[in-house]
């Protein structure tokens, strides 16, 4: 493969331009040909990108140390920042080897998608790796830049060296990421000028699938790992001292929303929703996970003392709070933008309401669509969250019939996501995470906590009901009073 700095062009080879194929092959026969060599060429390229990595830097005497001087980093250190990359350089290594074989026996490149596909289905895995572990990886690159001077001069010296091409060392680290992404598009512009229905056509087409689905991976892989960071930076945070301590930290679990609101409190413990009563503010600063809400106060820059705190499902909010009076004067912030949150069962096991006033219209809008479960604009459909959602058991054996649909084995327990009015439901089987269309009428549901919630949600909607009618009966009543008793002095005064 030619080594140059410009890109080589397929119809630029002396072996292509003495065999006379430019004179018989059509233009769509041509760009597929550059489509193809274009892959072969742009993986040398990469190649010899990684290589500078590991002979340029990895192999360096100061990274590495030799006998006669102590490397400038630990073990850790190094293997964190490149103990990923050689397992990618050998899968590049090896798809080179046999992409230009297939180049050597004929330079009018008959197919080249087959080789990519078994290479990707069986090697591709490291890229996944690479891409979850990216982010450990440029955390200690950050901080060795700012800790250690030593590191920073030597990392210059070697980063001006020709060789590196005016390229920081940070450059190379990316080029696995960057070149996963780059595959599925080099592939596409090949699948484009194939002839639809041919044997290469539909290869490419599997071969295209494989690669979006192995970087989906990769992102997916990178999105766990900031996750996974940020929750134990929140975890570290949190301070139970005056509630029961529960674990932040789960594997499902992660941060999905948190910011700062004004909890509206009234001096009289028995003013519940009487806003006629002094009103006192309390900041509070309210934590999102995917299955939890946390109410906290600040204590300092980094430190939040836990309140109270509820399972997500168990959390109820309300935009349209029903009052006697006003809550604030007019022209006043205060009774702005408000929110009744209802946590059914707190760290107490107790139902409690707190009225929550947001910083903005905007604001409050976000916070009720992140803690409000989705729902189907399909009145016969039920959209569930994988945090709120039923539980069923198969009692009788389904064999899927269809690619999206999901085999049963009696026990079988599954997560429930959708449900038609016609009987299918969609879930993900405990088992092995997989998700797939099955009859419902072939399970039956179990209990969980999806179950507990629905059915503490129904008994606080029957005593909020009961509660609406007394006081409303109550106030009546007490107005009828006043009728009777003011009657009752007009007649006194007429005798």
């Not at 001069?153 to 990421?177: G, I, K, T, Y």
């Amino acid at each position: 493969m030619p080594s140059s700095g410009r890109r080589t062009l397929w119809c630029e080879l002396p072996q292509v331009i003495n065999s006379g194929l430019l004179e018989t092959i059509s233009p769509q026969q041509r760009k597929l040909q550059e489509a193809k060599f274009e892959l072969i060429t742009s993986e040398a390229s990469y190649l010899r990108s990684l290589n500078v990595l590991t002979t340029h830097f990895i192999q360096s005497r100061e990274f590495a140390g030799d006998a006669n001087s102590e490397a400038l980093l630990s073990r850790l250190e190094r293997h964190t920042l490149f103990s990923d990359i050689v397992p990618v350089r050998e899968c590049s290594e090896a798809l080179l080897a046999d992409l230009e074989q297939r180049w050597q026996e004929n330079v009018f490149i008959r197919e080249i998608c087959d080789i990519l596909l078994e290479h990707a289905s069986k090697h591709f895995e490291v890229y996944i790796k690479y891409c979850t572990n990216q982010l450990y990886q440029e955390r200690m690159l950050r901080d060795l830049k700012e800790t250690k001077p030593q590191f920073v001069d030597c990392l210059r010296r070697l980063e001006s060296s020709p060789v590196c091409q005016s390229l920081a060392m940070h450059s190379f680290l990316m080029l696995p990421m960057q070149r996963i992404t780059r595959l599925p598009l080099l592939v596409d512009a090949i699948f484009h000028r194939l002839e639809s229905g041919t044997p290469e056509f539909e290869r490419c087409r599997m071969t295209l699938a494989t690669l979006n689905k192995i970087v989906q991976e990769c992102n997916e892989g990178a999105r766990k790992a900031e996750r996974i960071h940020e929750m134990l930076v929140v975890s570290n945070q949190l301070d139970f001292a005056d509630v029961k301590a529960i674990s932040v930290m789960s594997a499902s679990r992660w941060l999905v929303k948190k910011g700062e609101m004004q909890r509206l409190m009234w001096r009289d413990i028995d003013a519940r929703l009487t806003f006629g009563r002094k009103i006192h503010k309390q900041t509070v600063y309210v934590f999102l996970f995917t299955d939890l809400l946390v109410i906290t106060k600040k204590k300092g820059e980094d430190s939040y003392a836990v309140l109270d705190y509820c399972p997500r499902n168990m959390v109820q909010v309300d935009e349209h709070i029903r009052t006697e009076k006003p809550i604030s004067k007019p022209g006043s912030e205060l009774g702005k933008n408000l929110i009744l949150l209802t946590m059914l069962q707190n760290h107490e096991n107790k139902t409690l309401e707190m009225i929550l006033s947001c910083s903005s219209e905007s604001d409050r809008t976000r916070w009720l669509e992140a803690v409000t479960p989705r729902t189907s604009d399909n009145p016969e459909e039920k959209i569930y969250e994988e945090w709120d959602c039923p539980q069923v058991q198969a009692i009788h054996p389904y064999v899927a019939t269809q690619p999206d649909e999901l085999s049963l084995e009696v026990a079988d327990v599954v997560n429930v996501l959708r449900k038609m009015a016609d009987g299918w439901y969609q879930g993900e089987r405990m088992r092995d995470d997989q998700r797939g269309w099955f009859p419902g009428n072939y399970t039956v549901e179990i209990a969980s906590s999806h179950v507990r919630a629905r059915n503490l949600r129904q008994r606080y909607r029957l005593l909020a009901l009961s509660g609406n009618f007394i006081e409303e009966q109550a106030r009546r009543d007490k107005e009828e009073s006043k009728r009777k008793s003011k009657k009752n002095s007009v007649v006194s005064l007429n005798e």
